[in-house]
């Protein structure tokens, strides 16, 4: 059985943990500053799209034996981006209308039902 080097995993995973080392230190640094959220957030996000750092994330979480690869196949459900959008859409109308509490009650109730997906999906899957 062939196990990889480290030198082999550093080749392999050096762009994705750089671009998460990176996205790391600007959050923490931003946090620490006081700097605002919204720039923090903004400049994160973009350095992980730029590096490709998510999408290794993800390859990363697919390499745990047997529940890996499941959750990566649940995150790729479009069914999961297209609540999560409908989400959003749904609390910037309330938002707009003043209705904050629902704003928060329908968030919860997206991120609920996505994450009932998600496990179902991985359960379905080890079952069957």
């Known amino acids: 059985m062939y196990i990889p080097s ?3 995993f550093w080749a392999t995973y050096r ?13 923490v640094t931003g946090y620490f500053a006081g700097w605002d959220a919204t ?7 973009l350095v992980g799209i730029l590096t490709q750092a998510f999408a290794g994330l993800l390859g ?11 959750i ?23 938002a707009g ?5 629902s704003v928060v009650q329908s968030r919860v109730l997206t ?3 996505i994450v009932g997906i998600i496990i179902g999906f991985i359960l ?3 079952i069957s």
């Open 6 to 8: 480290f030198a082999v």
């Open 15 to 27: 762009r994705t943990l750089i671009g998460l080392l990176v996205v790391v230190l600007i959050l």
């Open 39 to 45: 720039v923090v957030t903004a400049v994160a996000a």
């Open 60 to 70: 990363l979480v697919a390499l745990v034996p047997w529940i890996g690869p499941l």
């Open 72 to 94: 990566a196949k649940a995150l790729a459900i479009p069914l999961v981006w297209l609540l999560n959008g409908a989400g959003y859409f749904f609390s910037a109308f309330l």
């Open 97 to 101: 209308r003043g209705h904050g509490k």
């Open 111 to 113: 991120v609920v039902l």
């Open 124 to 126: 379905g899957k080890i």
